[in-house]
């Protein structure tokens, strides 16, 4: 039979090259957030805000243009009209945020949440439930979740606070822990929401409590007993009997015992950067011949 033959370098260059990965078999959802505690919060929020007046200005500052070099002075000599302050508009060092000091206590963003959540400097998360798409704050859920701090998905957040923080939007809002020497401004707000935010469910991290919890009720009786067959398991091991009966027991106690959480197919998902191979080409000038 003859070899195959090798691809020419035309259908190298067609061959798409794409990047395969699998799907999570997890289903990672935010807790549903009832309507009273949505109120609550959102109410809460907003008279807290209002009332540390927290509000980030940007004034507009008109362009002032530099004179021509060219120009001469005027020939009657008449001085040159003053121009105010108010003239002038704004001034441009009251820009930024009203109180930096209430600023630092919070995380406002998902990036800046983000990385607050890495730090473990959170103490109370929010996310605004109408981010586009919704997988932009998926991470938020497991990073929340392992470093204990409660989160949770509220409807018409960025509507009703954005405007208050002189923002266009707030898709995410995180209070951080503050030291000893610096104010606490939104102690009471976080005291009273983190009731009502309803507890994650993380598939790999609620297996892990449940058995935590198991250990923790368990008789130290039952506790004692096993490990005394352990130490004895270990002894035999040393000395060369394999116990084949406990083995045996321990597998079957595996196959029967059903799973914690329901896992999803695994799917292959495939990226193709640039399909279309579209390049941004430099509009050329046109020169006048």
Do not use: Y
Not at 36 to 65: C, H, N, S, Y
Not at 132 to 149: E, K, Y
Not at 183 to 210: C, G, H, Q, Y
């Amino acid at each position: 039979m003859a070899a195959a033959a090798k691809p020419s370098k035309k259908e190298l260059k067609k061959q798409i090259q794409s990047k395969t990965s699998f799907t999570s078999p997890f289903s990672v959802k935010w807790s549903p957030l009832p309507q009273k505690d949505m109120d609550f919060i959102l109410t809460t929020l907003k008279d807290k805000i209002i009332a540390t007046g927290l509000e980030k200005k940007e004034a507009k500052v008109p362009r002032q243009w530099r004179k021509k070099k060219g120009n001469k002075p005027d020939a009657s000599g008449e001085p040159a009209p003053q121009v105010t302050k108010e003239d002038q508009g704004p001034d441009p060092t009251r820009n930024g945020w009203t109180d930096a000091a209430a600023r630092r206590q919070l995380a406002i963003g998902i990036n800046e949440v983000t990385k607050a959540l890495e730090r473990n400097q959170l103490e109370l998360l929010l996310v605004c439930k109408t981010v586009r798409p919704q997988h932009m704050t998926n991470h938020l859920i497991a990073l929340s979740a392992t470093r204990g701090v409660p989160a949770c998905q509220v409807p018409r957040l960025s509507e009703s606070v954005a405007e208050h923080l002189g923002l266009k939007s707030v898709l995410a809002l995180g209070f951080r822990r503050c030291s000893s020497t610096e104010k606490e401004m939104f102690r009471d707000t976080v005291d009273a929401i983190k009731p009502r935010v309803p507890s994650l469910d993380v598939d790999w991290l609620n297996s892990e409590a449940d058995r935590e919890t198991s250990e923790l009720m368990a008789d130290p009786e039952e506790v004692e007993e096993e490990r005394e067959e352990e130490m004895e398991e270990e002894k035999e091991e040393a000395s060369g009997k394999r116990p084949q009966k406990r083995k045996l027991e321990i597998e079957s106690e595996i196959t029967e015992s059903p799973l914690a959480c329901s896992l999803q197919p695994l799917k292959v998902k495939r990226i193709v950067p640039n399909p279309a191979k579209k390049r941004k080409t430099k509009p050329k000038k046109q020169t006048g011949k």
